[in-house]
């Protein structure tokens, strides 16, 4: 550290000291304890002034010396952590944490060691600045803590209408998110932490929310339109929701019937379980506006898992033409619900579209490759 980065510290460790004594400092206080001169001592309570750090709480007046006081300031980013919400689906005992982060290296980090350590995640993507994890409900310890990593996830439970996520974590940084910055997420109702040994324990509640995948196909023709636009915009303007994701899906550019390469759309949001019928008229009325196509359909699944029969319809689209009754027998078998927008023909694509939930973009883009079954 430079001299003038230790002369600094010194200055303002002394005002906070003085400060907790007295309630205030004055210039005087300070030249009595470091014997520096009084224009370095203004000098260095200019700068803290305009930084923040300190605060005129009365005027020198005569022989009077002004008065400040310290202004507790963190050095650290509060606000790392923005937004957090979590999805169920109970009927596979699942739940999906959904992180929107400030620092594209805290959501590698975050993906890597709650990975390394163990406990109840299953999987963790992140891009960018959003972390997803995919999570058993209930409890599994956590053998990697220490020894690989961290932080982790030990324990998810549903109480209620939130989901509570038991998180551990040892040394300084994780420690520090679990008590400092997650409890001022957009979505975190509130945290409990306890100090257990050498480990910070704590409890996150987030509403427990509803998963929607929503397939969007043949919203176009060859003059105007286009899929993935109509889908990214009614993705966006959708209320309320969280935001999830949109995707590209590329089928089978062979057909007869497309309108260049056949491509598909398909978008994620969680919302409240009681906001489905609401939304989902919303979503219907939005693509009869702004459709330009006869034959427009959606699919909606509900849950965080794709069924097996869906990834088998959807390796069939890629490589073959397949009959609008085969997509309407498929959707019946599953519970998916299959929606006529303004025709039926696009049923088939928007139910493929949703089989690739999981997949990355090199499966998304490429009409060649098949999705692997589940292995969950």
């Known amino acids: 550290m430079s001299k003038t980065l230790k002369k600094r510290a010194i200055c303002l460790n002394l005002i906070k000291s003085i400060t907790k004594t007295k309630g205030y400092f004055t210039i005087t206080d300070l030249i009595k304890e470091t014997s520096v001169p009084r224009s370095t001592i203004q000098d260095w309570i200019n700068r803290l002034l305009n930084e923040g750090y300190v605060n005129v709480i009365e005027e020198s007046s005569g022989s009077r010396p002004a008065r400040f006081n310290y202004l507790l300031k963190s050095e650290y980013p509060t606000t790392a952590c923005k937004n957090i919400f979590t999805c169920v689906d109970r009927e596979n005992g699942l ?8 620092s594209e290296g805290c959501t590698s980090y975050c993906a890597y060691a709650h990975q390394q350590t163990g406990g109840v995640i299953i ?11 995919l999570a058993r409900i209930g409890r599994k310890p956590l053998d990697g803590l220490g020894s690989k990593s961290a932080v982790g996830i030990e324990e998810i439970t549903i109480e209620g209408d939130e989901v509570v996520q038991t998180i551990r974590a040892t040394g300084g940084g994780p420690a520090y998110s679990l008590t400092e910055t997650m409890g001022g997420a957009m979505g975190v109702r509130r945290i409990d932490h306890t100090k257990k ?18 397939g969007i196909d043949d919203t176009d023709d060859l003059e105007e339109g286009a899929t993935w636009a109509i889908s990214l915009s009614l993705l966006n303007n959708l209320k309320p929701i969280h935001r999830i994701a949109h995707r590209i899906v590329f089928l089978n550019p062979q057909i007869s019937y497309k309108t260049l390469g056949n491509n598909a759309s398909f978008i994620e949001l969680a919302l409240q379980e009681t906001d489905y019928a609401a939304i ?9 506006y702004k459709t330009v196509s006869e034959e427009t359909a959606i699919a909606v699944m509900k849950g965080l898992v794709v069924p097996d029969a869906l990834i088998h319809f959807a390796n069939k689209v890629r490589v073959k033409e397949v009959a609008i009754a085969d997509a309407e ?7 998916i619900d299959l ?16 089989a690739f939930l999981r997949e990355k973009p090199d499966t998304l883009l490429n009409p060649e490759v098949n999705i692997e079954l589940n292995s969950f």
């Open 197 to 214: 040994g050498t480990h910070i324990e704590g409890k996150i509640y987030t509403p427990a929310l509803q998963h929607l995948t929503i």
């Open 95 to 102: 739940v999906e944490i959904y992180h929107f982060c400030g």
């Open 339 to 354: 929606i006529e927008i303004t025709g039926e023909r696009g049923k088939i694509g928007a139910l493929a579209s949703i």
């Open 329 to 335: 027998k498929v959707a019946k078998e599953l519970g």
């Open 123 to 133: 999987n963790t993507r992140h891009d960018g600045l959003f972390l997803r994890e």
């Open 280 to 288: 989902l008229n919303d979503i219907q009325d939005f693509l009869r």
